[in-house]
Antibody
Framework: EVQLVESGGGLVQPGRSLKLSCAASGFTFSNYYMAWVRQAPKKGLEWVATISTSGSRTYYPDSVKGRFTISRDNAKSSLYLQMNSLKSEDTATYYC????????????????????WGPGTMVTVSS | DVLMTQTPVSLPVSLGGQVSISCRSSQSLVHSDGNTYLHWYLQKPGQSPQLLIYRVSNRFSGVPDRFSGSGSGTDFTLKISRVEPEDLGVYYCLQSTHFPLTFGSGTKLEIK
């Protein structure tokens, strides 16, 4: 069974940093692109970051580019999100999500949608 | 960024009934590879989103055939027939043809 469990959320002051973690199990983590998606309280969903299988390629929207860094440790089946220079508008539940993948005979790639999500971890940015 | 507009915002339904949710994009979602990357999710109360439909009309594993997706270009529809209590929640469309990926603002399916 695919499981994604986020941790590391909490209350942080504006301008400070926070690092989120996601522990994956139930699948071969290194074969999948992974992502972070967030949801502000009572609001919709916003894609935050994606990382390739090896970690060599990362993707961000402009809203977080330069402040957030996605990374992974395939040996630990873990995904991370380093968030710097946090703003009040970063307050949200952060979900770890898996991209559905495909194999071309040599490499695994990610389709650009998410087939499994974790339960999320709440981040509150406030003084 | 591609704007995804979902209507209606709220959708009252009787159990056993049929409903349609619309998702319109500000640009065509036809990718240069010929595919259309429009997907549908359901977020049940207190839960994380779950994938229902990918690439317009493909049901994800375990999704009942009461759910169907259709559309092309900029205009897409999710239909739910024989609505059951487990179908209640907020439905979101997601486009991944263009960067950044963007979601619709959601349609809340609730009991009439």
């Amino acid at each position: 069974e695919v499981q994604l469990v986020e941790s590391g959320g909490g209350l942080v002051q504006p301008g400070r940093s926070l690092k989120l973690s996601c522990a994956a199990s139930g699948f071969t983590f290194s074969n999948y692109y992974m992502a972070w998606v967030r949801q502000a309280p009572k609001k919709g969903l916003e894609w935050v970051a994606t990382i390739s299988t090896s970690g060599s390629r990362t993707y961000y929207p402009d809203s977080v580019k330069g402040r957030f860094t996605i990374s992974r440790d395939n040996a630990k089946s873990s995904l991370y999100l380093q968030m710097n220079s946090l703003k009040s508008e970063d307050t949200a539940t952060y979900y770890c999500a898996r991209h559905e993948n495909y194999y071309d005979g040599t490499y695994y790639y990610g389709y650009w949608y998410f087939d499994f999500w974790g339960p999320g971890t709440m981040v509150t940015v406030s003084s | 960024d591609v704007l995804m507009t979902q209507t209606p915002v709220s959708l009252p339904v009787s159990l056993g009934g049929q409903v349609s949710i619309s998702c319109r994009s500000s640009q065509s979602l036809v990718h240069s590879d010929g595919n259309t990357y429009l997907h549908w999710y359901l977020q049940k109360p207190g839960q994380s989103p779950q994938l229902l439909i990918y690439r317009v009309s493909n049901r994800f594993s375990g999704v009942p055939d009461r759910f169907s997706g259709s559309g092309s270009g900029t205009d897409f529809t999710l239909k739910i027939s024989r609505v059951e209590p487990e179908d209640l929640g907020v439905y979101y469309c997601l486009q991944s043809t263009h960067f950044p990926l963007t979601f619709g603002s959601g349609t809340k399916l609730e009991i009439k």
